[in-house]
């Protein structure tokens, strides 16, 4: 099931029901939640053009005077609704996907411009989300952001990032990575940007797709960027290696890795030249790990003899200034081998915990799709057209 999301900034506004019905044909979206549409009392000529001649539901909050105004459509041969909450400020619909068995808790959110209303709309939604069982999903324009980063060229409130986090944090939510654009807001004199649209989910919600991509697409119809999340697993292959991080302490590392980067590749497409030099580069530090590895026990085993030998001989007699030097040597090379296989061990433990901890906790669910969904290439900017599907990308760079 795909989402879409949009401050709208008017649902009269000249071409804006045909845009948005070409994202839900683009994007197959089966649910759209609409922010702002500014009607008192939209009718339902006017919901019926932002969808397509298939069957679909809808449900609206009116606008306070030309200040909100709240609309969700949805696909009805795929989502059931079973129940709806509507407040000034979201539109909350609970229903299950045909033919699941597990509810879905969408909600269409409008945070005020007021820091005192918007700290009450989190309270609400908290309150609602305690007490309301399903997968939840959250999305709209909630007129705040998380981080100073989240800002361009405007005021930063941190008490009020502070109580959006809170929020966050109470409610179990979580973000799947944006692709697109940066920012989701740019002001009508060009000149501030923020992230204020944004898609929040519960844990249940990522772990059951936890391959979901979330886009920004270009402000084209309003001020705000339309957001997509889709539950399709589009996969652009895994990454090319990995390495551990003592090897960047060991000698011949760096030529390894130079070597790689010194391949050639005849391609005119920068992508296939860079997958060309990544594959170099592990195909050098593989060779240069065989080696080293060989090298290294060689040593290890060299000393541990020698070791033994001198161990045996102090019990008979004093040591040579030679010998001591000699066991003070074998005892350091020993020990450099021991800190570095600790190192490997410790990073492969996590990688090893990641994959197979403890898998009867919800904790080690939520870490796992946590770092599936951060890690997750949602999709590639080529020749300006954002490309999600595989296949596509590589027609599109042939031609």
């Known amino acids: 099931m795909n989402f879409g999301s ?39 000529s006017k919901i019926r053009r932002f969808w397509d001649n298939s069957d679909f539901e809808f449900s609206k909050v009116d606008a306070d005077g030309r200040s909100g105004g709240l609309l969700s459509l949805w696909n009805s041969g795929v989502f059931k609704k079973e129940m709806e909450i509507k407040n000034q400020n979201f539109l909350l619909i609970k229903g299950r996907i045909v033919g699941d068995n597990e509810d879905l808790v969408i909600v269409n959110v409008y945070g005020s411009t007021n820091q005192a209303n918007r700290r009450r709309l989190w309270e609400e939604l908290l309150a609602a989300k305690n007490s309301i069982n399903g997968n939840w999903i959250m999305l709209g324009d909630f007129n705040e952001v998380r981080v100073s980063e989240d800002r361009l060229n405007s005021h930063f409130d941190a008490n009020g990032a502070l109580c959006f986090n809170n929020f966050i944090s109470s409610g179990g939510l979580q973000e799947y990575n944006m692709g697109g654009m940066k920012y989701t807001f740019l002001s009508g004199d060009g000149s501030n940007l923020s992230k204020i649209d944004r898609v929040l989910v519960c844990g249940n919600f990522m772990g059951r797709w936890p391959n979901a991509s979330l886009l920004a697409l270009n402000r084209s119809i309003s001020d705000h960027s339309p957001l997509i999340l889709t539950t399709v697993n589009n996969s652009f292959g895994p990454s090319p290696f990995r390495i551990f991080s003592s090897w960047f302490e060991l000698e011949g590392f760096d030529e390894a890795v130079k070597k790689g980067i010194m391949a050639t590749c005849d391609s005119n497409f920068k992508d ?65 081998w021991e800190n570095t296989a600790a190192m490997d061990l410790q990073q492969k433990s996590r990688i090893r915990w990641i994959g197979l901890g403890d898998e009867n906790t919800s904790y080690f669910h939520a870490i796992v799709n946590s770092h599936i969904a951060r890690n997750k290439i949602s999709g590639l900017w080529i020749g300006g057209i954002w490309v999600t599907d595989p296949g596509w990308a590589q027609e599109i760079s042939k031609n």
């Open 6 to 44: 949009l401050n709208i900034k008017g649902a009269g506004g000249v071409g804006k029901a045909s845009e948005v019905k070409e994202l839900r044909r683009k994007f197959n979206l089966s649910f759209i939640a609409i922010q702002e549409t500014q009607f008192r009392d939209l009718p339902v």
């Open 272 to 336: 296939e030249v860079v997958a060309v030099k990544l594959k170099a580069i592990k195909e050098e530090l593989k060779k240069w790990r065989k080696e080293k590895r060989e090298h290294d026990e060689k040593a290890l085993s060299e000393a541990q003899n020698k070791l033994k030998e001198l161990d045996t001989l102090v019990e008979t007699r004093a040591l040579s200034n030679e010998e001591l030097s000699t066991w003070h040597e074998s005892k350091r090379k020993i020990k450099e």
